[in-house]
């Protein structure tokens, strides 16, 4: 059973999901790596927008997001920034099991987003495997004005194109014509 989105007015925001990578230390013996309990997944998500993230947790002490802003992913692929820094998701520690596997909606509040790095740590050694699971993305819908009804057709024609992941610039384009237009009504 997934989480409930966190309002009825937000959109689901789909993406691709890589495999958890778990962060290793080499080790004193040469070919030898030690655990490091951190873990990072990343998302790609296919809005620019993403307002909250929902998920179970599986005895993930704390989660930090950091995601790569658009306009620096290709002139500063390394330029990460946290949106969210050492979320505590068990509450009463990292050794007890409260919160270990609750759901959880947490708001983000991100535009211009290029990919999100999720980075899962359990310092405790009770519990061999952590992780979340069944994560879902979200971002708001804003509703608009009768000046701007003449345009949803259009906005709805691009974003159905860019959901099909089309990086067609002639839809960008388009779509920014579109917020410019829409910006001089308002």
Not at 51 to 77: C, D, G, M, W
């Amino acid at each position: 059973m997934a989480a409930p989105p966190p309002s009825p007015q937000v959109k689901s925001v789909k993406f691709t999901l890589r495999d958890p990578v778990p962060l290793t230390l080499p080790g004193p013996k040469s070919g030898h790596v030690i655990r490091s309990n951190c873990h990072v997944t990343e998302l790609n998500p296919y809005s620019r927008t993403v307002t909250y993230i929902s998920f179970r947790n599986y005895y993930s002490h704390t989660l930090s997001v950091k995601y790569l802003p658009q306009e620096k992913a290709l002139s500063q692929p390394e330029s990460w920034c946290y949106c969210l820094k050492n979320y505590v998701l068990m509450k009463s520690g990292p050794h007890s099991e409260t919160g270990g596997q609750d759901w959880f909606n947490i708001e983000i509040n991100l535009s211009d987003v290029e990919r999100l790095r999720l980075i899962l740590r359990q310092p405790s050694s009770n519990w061999e495997q952590f992780h979340i699971s069944d994560i879902q993305l979200y971002c708001k819908v804003y509703s608009h004005s009768a000046e701007t009804d003449t345009h949803s057709a259009e906005i709805d024609t691009c974003s159905a194109e860019t959901d099909t992941h089309s990086d067609s610039m002639e839809i960008v384009e388009k779509m920014l014509e579109i917020t410019r237009r829409l910006s001089e009504n308002n």
